[in-house]
């Protein structure tokens, strides 16, 4: 089972550019077998997916948040990393990285489930 | 928008519950790719169901999950103290997009 862990910096300011980075264990980022994903819970709130990277370096966005996300990947380092422009109040949340697992079979062959996830780190935009 | 879920739902030690997750036939009632997520407070998510009723290893076989048209559930039988919780269903559109529910707080009486 992959072990991940959030890191970056737990305040950003309006309007400036929120950079998180998850490092994985127990898993070769670089392998074709999971994707790698990010999600958030703001306050009180429930559950959203921000976007999803494959070690080919595609990726796959939220349209609520595609003008404004980027999620790459660091495979030397076994990392991958968001980034999320023009933040506003509206961004205070918990992030997540989460392993993405992919659908076998059928006609879909993207990813499905997340089953393994970082402890999440509590982001604030606040000036 | 998100698959909507009851707020609450309650039950006695031993008893079941059964939590709903209806969506549309653009997601939930186009495919069998919905999961469902346990979260303690404080805690991050945990798989609990995925495919709508296929429970990775670890998960106690009191978690069950069907579907029925357009509305996923998850059904947990013999309720017990530690599955106090909120739980997330959480399903695939099309073209590499994915929603969740509302959440739904279980509480043990």
């Known amino acids: 089972q992959s072990q991940l862990r959030e890191s970056g910096p737990g305040l950003v300011k309006p309007s400036e550019t929120l950079s998180l980075t998850c490092s994985v264990s127990?898993?070769?980022?670089?392998?074709?077998?999971?994707?790698w994903g990010w999600l958030r819970q703001a306050p009180g709130e429930g559950l959203d997916w921000i976007g999803t990277v494959y070690y080919t370096g595609n990726t796959y966005y939220n349209p609520s948040v595609r003008r404004r996300v980027a999620v790459s990947i660091d495979t030397p380092r076994n990392q991958f990393s968001l980034q999320l422009t023009s933040v506003t109040a509206a961004d205070t949340a918990v992030y997540y990285c989460?392993?993405?697992?992919?659908?076998?079979?059928?006609?879909?062959?993207?990813?499905?489930?997340?089953?393994?996830w970082g402890q999440g780190i509590l982001v604030t935009v606040s000036s | 928008s998100a698959l909507t879920q009851p707020r609450s739902v309650s039950g006695s030690l031993g008893q079941s519950v059964t939590i709903s997750c209806t969506g549309t036939s653009s997601d939930v009632g186009n495919h069998d790719y919905v999961s469902w997520y346990q979260q303690h407070p404080g805690k991050a998510p945990k798989l609990i169901i995925y495919?709508?009723?296929k429970r990775p290893s670890g998960v106690p076989d009191r978690f069950s999950g069907s579907k029925s048209g357009n509305t996923a559930s998850l059904t947990i039988s013999g309720l017990q103290a530690e599955d106090e919780a909120d739980f997330y269903c959480?399903?695939?559109?099309?073209?590499?997009?994915?929603?969740f529910g509302s959440g739904t707080k279980v509480t043990v009486l």
């Open positions: 959480c399903s695939y559109i099309l073209d590499y997009d994915f929603v």
């Open positions: 495919d709508v009723n």
């Open positions: 989460a392993r993405h697992v992919p659908n076998v079979g059928g006609w879909y062959r993207g990813p499905n489930y997340f089953d393994s």
């Open positions: 127990g898993d070769s980022i670089s392998s074709s077998r999971y994707y």
